[in-house]
């Protein structure tokens, strides 16, 4: 299985972008889904998850009320919509797997995810 994340591109502070992430084999249904990101000289940080069964979903607190997570089971594809983007939400863009039966309360956690997508570049001029 792999993962392929689309969307990224320039936009100006204050204008919106969607994300979306699919994988190339077997469906999502059991897993939780994650974006993180990472900015250049920055560590990888988590930005939303969402547990495929039951919608259940999770935000980083500099994207509360912006971002929103979800994902569609016909196309088992997940999706980030980012709405109010600032200069400071430029980063590469992942969208990763959390592995079957971590822990509650892990899903910001990298080392918990399994699967990684190759990343788009999202950039947001001030």
């Known amino acids: 299985v792999q993962l392929q994340a689309f969307g990224g591109a320039l936009v100006q502070a204050g204008g919106y972008l969607s994300l979306s992430c699919a994988p190339s084999g077997r469906p999502f249904s059991r897993f939780v889904m994650g974006w993180f990101r990472q900015a250049p000289g920055k560590e990888r940080e988590f930005v939303a998850a969402?547990?495929?069964?039951?919608?259940?979903?999770y935000y980083a607190d500099s994207v509360k009320g912006r971002f929103t997570i979800s994902r569609d089971d016909a196309k088992n594809t997940v999706y980030l919509q980012m709405n109010s983007l600032k200069p400071e939400d430029t980063a590469v863009y992942y969208c990763a797997r959390q592995w079957p039966g971590a822990p509650l309360g892990t899903v910001s956690t990298t080392s918990y995810y399994d699967l990684w997508g190759q990343g788009t570049q999202v950039t947001v001029s001030s």
């Open positions: 969402i547990r495929w069964s039951g919608g259940s979903t």
